[in-house]
């Protein structure tokens, strides 16, 4: 148990030095039925497959516009950029967003796996709060 506990803490206003200057941070929970999912859940599970963990996050609520055009700016400058999905703080998964589209009133993300920026927080916890679902982009 003190494992969870001593884990390391990011801000979010602090991994500045690992991620670029905008990153998508989803803060979810565990794996829940999901229909509008491609593969028939969302949330986390770890134990599943890293394509199904993927597919789980890659459709959420559509962007605000100016979250989009943010998005949409700092993936066209740097090719793309980080998304960092938690559960209760814990980081649960990373990936890079190579493109953003918005269908049926929700966004959908195309990723491919974490560059070098995510070695960092593996294991560790970022300061996203708990509750209900909830995504924002992060910029420094």
């Not at 794996?31 to 134990?47: F, H, I, K, T, Y």
């Not at 703080?89 to 990936?95: K, N, P």
């Not at 993300?109 to 970022?126: E, K, M, S, Y």
């Amino acid at each position: 148990m003190w494992g969870l506990v001593v884990r390391p803490m990011f801000g979010t206003d602090e991994p500045e030095h690992t991620l670029q200057p905008a990153a998508l941070v989803i803060r979810t929970g565990p794996r829940r039925p999901d229909e509008q999912s491609g593969c028939g859940w969302s949330g986390v599970d770890l134990a599943a497959p890293i394509e199904d963990q993927f597919e789980a996050v890659r459709r959420t609520r559509a962007m605000t516009i100016a979250m989009y055009a943010t998005a949409a700016i700092a993936r066209h400058t740097h090719g793309s950029f980080p998304l960092v999905v938690t559960v209760s703080s814990f980081v649960a998964l990373g990936a890079d967003v190579v493109a953003i589209d918005v269908t049926g009133g929700r966004t959908v993300l195309t990723l491919r796996p974490p560059g070098d920026w995510f070695d960092l927080l593996v294991g560790a916890r970022l300061d996203s709060g708990s509750g209900s679902e909830r995504r924002w982009l992060s910029l420094w």
